[in-house]
């Protein structure tokens, strides 16, 4: 069993930045993808971002370009730096992590609000 727990979220208003992070910890893998998802209050939870042990990195088109994600294998730690925030951003957001054998892991999620 994994156990994610996310950090970093908060307040900002439009057009600023904010870098989220997900510590794992617990029976890690030495492959695996982590990803990044969220949930807007009334909608279904979405996909932000995954990234895979190659490094290799998905987005949808509504974060391209703004949204990095990143890991840090060492610290089993994934980072999701947001860039340039729109209101429409504002949601919970939860990071994943998903490895062989077992159902994918999830955080508890930490808010985040774009707002003037």
């Known amino acids: 069993q994994v156990q994610l727990v996310e950090s970093g979220g908060g307040l900002v208003q439009p057009g600023e930045s904010l870098r989220l992070s997900c510590a794992a910890s617990g029976s890690i893998f030495a492959i695996y993808i982590a990803g990044w998802y969220r949930q807007a209050p009334g909608k279904q939870r979405e996909l932000v971002a995954t990234?895979?042990?190659?490094?290799?990195?998905n987005y949808p088109n509504s974060a391209k370009g703004r949204f990095t994600i990143s890991r840090d294998n060492a610290k089993n730690t994934v980072y999701l730096q947001m860039n340039s925030l729109r209101p429409e951003d504002t949601a919970v957001y939860y990071c994943?992590?998903?490895?062989?054998?077992?159902?994918?892991?999830w955080g508890q999620g930490t808010q985040v609000t774009v707002s003037s």
């Open positions: 990234i895979d042990n190659n490094g290799f990195t």
């Open positions: 994943s992590h998903s490895q062989a054998g077992s159902p994918p892991s």
